[in-house]
Every structure is written in C-alpha cells, then in structure tokens.
C-alpha cells in the first residue's frame, strides 16, 4: 500500500483510507455491528490502514464501532481521522434526516467533543482532527490556537479542516491552508469535479499540506454503479444531485473508460489513480461500502501510473466539458462570499501563493 504523509507532518497514512460515515447513518442501507466491523478488518487486510470517521456520524455510532475494532489491532498500526463541530448532544436530529444540526466551533467546546470522541474510539489520540463543515464565520483565532494547543498535548498529531456537505468552499480551505498552518484539507474532489481541489492541493504544495479527497467516485459514477435508469431512494444522499450529474457524467464515463481498459484496470480504479497522480493529495478517504470496493481502491496504488500526455488529454477535456456542452459543466460550488450563496465551477488560482514558497 502507498503511504503518504500530511505535508512537512510526521502523520504517514496508507493512500487509500476507509471512510467510516456509511457505519453511523443508514444513506447507502444498514450495516450491523458485525458487518462493520468485518469490513473494517477487511480494509486492514488490504493494506488500508487509515480510518477516518467523525463524531457525528450516526451520533456516536461510527466511533464507536471503530472503537471496538481499534481493540483488536496494535494502535500503531493504525491511524485514525476524526471530526467536531457538531452539537448533537444538544440537536441530535432525526434519524435519516439529512439536515444540517447545530454547530459550534468554541475552544470549550471543541475541549468537550475531543474527549467523548477519545472515549469512544478507546483511544489517547487522534491522528488528523477536523474541523466539520466549518464556514468562514466560525473561523476564529482561538479555536485555531486551541487545536494548536492540544496538539501540543499530545491529544491530537495534526488538524485540518472538512468542508461541506456540498461541493465547495473554496474560501475555507485557502484560508485554513495559507492563514491557520491547517495540515488537511478535506473536499469532494474527483475526475468529474476537479474544483476545487485543484486550488487546495495548489495551497497545499506551496504550504506544505495534504488534500483529502472524498467523493471520489463522483456519487458512484466512477465505480461503474449507475445507469441512465437507476432510482435515487428518498434516503439516498444523492437525492441533492440534479439530473446531470447522471446524464453527463455517463457520457463522460464513456469517454474515459478506455484509459482504465489501456492500464489493465477498471474505471474505479482509474478514479483512484487520477487522483494518485499528484502526490500531494496525501489520502483518498473513499465511501468503499463493500469488500469488492475495497479491494478495488487497494489494488489502484498498485496499478500503471498515467503518462504526462494522457494527464494532459483529461485536463484538456475537463476544460472544454469533454465536448459535451454547458449542460455538463460541473455543478456550481457553495460559497460563502458570493451574494448568492454559489459560484460557477471553474479553477481560480490560490492568491498570495508565492509568499508561502
């Protein structure tokens, strides 16, 4: 397995990590304990030993799980993502619900979720800590200097930031890279939406960081799992999609396959593999819901690297919308500076970056 570290951190995880949202709500069916914990020794087995959960996921479910699974396997073979920012214990919501809960990003509170997270997870640290979905008003000098703190505590190895729940914010992940020394940033970020990662590994090279990539697989576009006709459930996360992420990001599936077919891998794989290509993306934390999922994401480090020309020939084809006209532009990015709340797609080159060369 590739091992990648966050920037200029002693924090080194395997490439491919295992998301563990999927254990605590029930968007992509139910996982019992059991099952849960079988993927996850699945995923170690496969050379994946980067888990990364967060304490609202299913209010506590998710860290709990990887908790008991953190029992069975030395700590030091294991590193462990974790997230705050969400009051459940005051707002718990409903279950299935996807509405956005109460936030807080106070150093007394982030004091608090560290230490119930720590307590499920039956660990003394965290290796990467983020901020969840944290928006530029939260932003604030002690909260920032209170992650430096407990990092200084040994409680925490490195911090970052998780922006969303949609695609976006850009603002976020620029200013925590360049202006807050934050060592992650995590973003959708994959072959069909490229902003703005991009941007935050531009950030993250010149300040010696890492990008996370979640959503890799363009809401299951990229492991080959959609069709034309394929029913979106009222409890499936991708309901929020429009229709054309479905109708052009199948044509774009097409014009792609054949670079997967021409390294000996499957489109999943050559998802995982775009990404791969630049090193500073330091980890992609897949939603991989199955065995078969997984061992696909494994097995992308292992396969062919893409050459310098047919990098090109995909850049130059996500420029033009792969020829498909506007409608299969990517979908705009949430912003919270623009007046309207969401910007056109599109890269915008990180400001003031040669300073920080």
Known sequence: MLRRNFGDTDVQVSAISLGCWPFGVDWWGHYTDDQALQLMQFALDQGITFFDSGDAYGNGRAESLLGRFLQTVPRDRVEVGGKFGYDFYSDPGEPGSHRERKQDFSPKFLRFALEKSLARLGTDVIDIYMAHNIKLPAFRDDLFAE??????????????????????????????????NAKAVQTVFNLFEQNPGREFCDAARACNAGVLARVHDNSSILKDKVKIDTQISASDHRKFRDQSWKIYGLKKLELVRHYAS???????????????MDPVLTSITGTLLNEEEIREAAESTEKPDLSKTEMAELA?????????????????????????????SGYIAPPAMASHR
């Not at 130059?316 to 919270?336: I, N, T």
């Open 316 to 344: 130059q084809d996500y420029a033009r919308d792969w020829g498909l006209g506007d409608e299969a532009h990517p979908c705009d990015l949430k912003s919270s500076v623009s007046p309207s709340g969401s910007v056109r």
């Open 147 to 180: 992650l430096e703190k407990i990092k200084s505590e040994g409680k925490i190895r490195a911090w970052g930031v998780s922006l969303g729940p949609a695609i976006g914010w850009r603002e976020e992940g620029i200013k925590a890279i360049t202006e807050h």
């Open 262 to 276: 021409d390294h000996g891998m499957n489109v999943h794989q050559l998802a995982c593999k775009w990404l791969l």
